[in-house]
């Protein structure tokens, strides 16, 4: 079983469009996240999100939007996509522990490519 | 940005321990040191990590400096599939990592 799995794993669009990556988590885990992996390999958290409360990078663009149906899954949406959105998107968990603190369970990754 | 600093690059002979040192100096006192990696194409993933006191686990070990400033990831008997680049991250309270630029780790026949 596949503890954090997203779909799709690829995903290639036109510029102007808009689109959603899906993640689910069968761990049980409060929080979930999603990360991007520019083309230089770096990795930045995007958004971290559990019931009560959903922590934003501030460096984030608003087209981007987390929604969550349920505690289990944690889609990213896109709106109006660009040039520079293309980059591989990370979904991810953990269970909160006393502070806040826990190990993070990483999806596969899905790579989207904006033409 | 990352509060942490690490080698771009290191090799290692397969069957070896492979070290793999991180320089933290501004860590405060409730911050954890966590390591994780990221072999070609994949997700990362969740290797060791502490707070003050030397940890193991399957995996790896992870010495910390007295100060606190420094730790070193230790795999002991690094195989082929252990190359990939390894992020040593120092955790805010509010749980988002923060990833650097990581090592990346080449282990060799």
């Known amino acids: 079983d596949t503890a954090v799995s997203q779909t799709p794993k690829y995903l290639v669009t036109q510029m102007g469009n808009d689109k959603s990556i899906k993640c689910e988590q069968n761990l049980g885990h409060d929080t979930m996240y999603w990360y991007k992996q520019d083309s230089k390999k770096f990795l930045k958290i995007m958004f971290s999100y559990n019931n009560k409360e959903l922590i934003i990078n501030e460096t984030v663009p608003n087209r981007f939007s987390p929604k969550s149906p349920d505690k289990a899954h944690l889609n990213l949406h896109i709106n109006s996509l660009e040039l520079g959105d293309s980059a591989v998107y990370f979904c991810?968990?953990?269970?909160?522990?006393?502070?806040?603190?826990?190990?993070?369970?990483f999806g596969p990754g899905t790579r989207l490519t904006v033409t | 940005d990352a509060k942490t600093t690490q080698p771009p690059s290191m090799d290692c002979a397969e069957g070896r321990a492979a070290n793999l040192p991180c320089n933290h100096s501004t860590i405060s006192g409730n911050e954890y040191v966590y390591w994780y990696r990221q072999i070609h194409s994949q997700g990362p993933q969740y290797i060791i990590h502490g707070l003050k006191n030397n940890e193991t686990n399957e995996m790896a070990s992870l010495i910390i400096t007295e100060d606190r400033k420094s730790s070193t990831l230790i795999l002991p008997h690094a195989t082929l599939r252990d190359t990939a680049v390894y992020y040593c991250?120092?955790?805010?309270?509010?749980?988002?990592?923060?990833f650097g630029g990581g090592t990346r780790l080449m282990v060799k026949p």
């Open positions: 991250i120092v955790i805010n309270a509010g749980n988002m990592l923060t």
């Open positions: 991810a968990s953990s269970q909160n522990l006393a502070g806040g603190l826990g190990e993070q369970y």
